[in-house]
C-alpha cells in the first residue's frame, strides 16, 4: 500500500468509526505508511489527500481528525467538500440512503479532481 501511496496523485482514506477513532488496520496503516514516508524524504509532501469516515451515530469528527493529521504532518494537500466527509449507516450498503452523506462525497470528487488538475 505504501507504494501505491507514493505513486499516486491523490489519496483518499477512509475507514468506519469504531469507539470514536478509525479501525485498529487504518491506525497501523498511518503509522507505518507515515513513519516510512516521513523517514525517506517526505514521499507524500504535496500530494492530494481525502479523509471519508462512515459512523452509525456519532464518533466521526475524532477519526476524520485522524485521518487529516496523518496527510498534514506529511505535507499534503486537503481538498475540502459542502459538509465534512462523513455518511452514516448501520448495515452494510446503509450508506447509499444518506443522500446527503453521497452529495457531500460527490462533492468531495469533484473538488478532489479539479484540485488534482490544478496542481498537474
Given at each position: 500500500l505504501i507504494e501505491k501511496m507514493v505513486q499516486?496523485?491523490?489519496?483518499?482514506?477512509?475507514?468506519?468509526?469504531?469507539?470514536?477513532?478509525?479501525?485498529?488496520e487504518m491506525k497501523a496503516l498511518i503509522d507505518v505508511s507515515g513513519y516510512v514516508t516521513r523517514g525517506n524524504g517526505h514521499l507524500l509532501k504535496r500530494k492530494v489527500g481525502a479523509a471519508v469516515?462512515?459512523?452509525?451515530?456519532?464518533?466521526?469528527?475524532?477519526?476524520?481528525?485522524?485521518?487529516?493529521?496523518f496527510f498534514l504532518i506529511n505535507q499534503m494537500i486537503i481538498p475540502g467538500?459542502?459538509?465534512?466527509?462523513?455518511?452514516?449507516?448501520?448495515?452494510?450498503?446503509?450508506?447509499l440512503a444518506d443522500e446527503e452523506g453521497m452529495q457531500i462525497m460527490r462533492t468531495l470528487g469533484e473538488n478532489m479532481a479539479w484540485l488534482l488538475k490544478k496542481l498537474d
Open positions: 499516486a496523485d491523490g489519496i483518499i482514506l477512509g475507514s468506519p468509526v469504531y469507539f470514536a477513532d478509525v479501525t485498529t469516515t462512515v459512523e452509525r451515530r456519532g464518533g466521526s469528527i475524532h477519526a476524520f481528525e485522524t485521518i487529516n493529521n467538500s459542502s459538509y465534512w466527509n462523513f455518511a452514516f449507516g448501520k448495515n452494510k450498503g446503509d450508506v
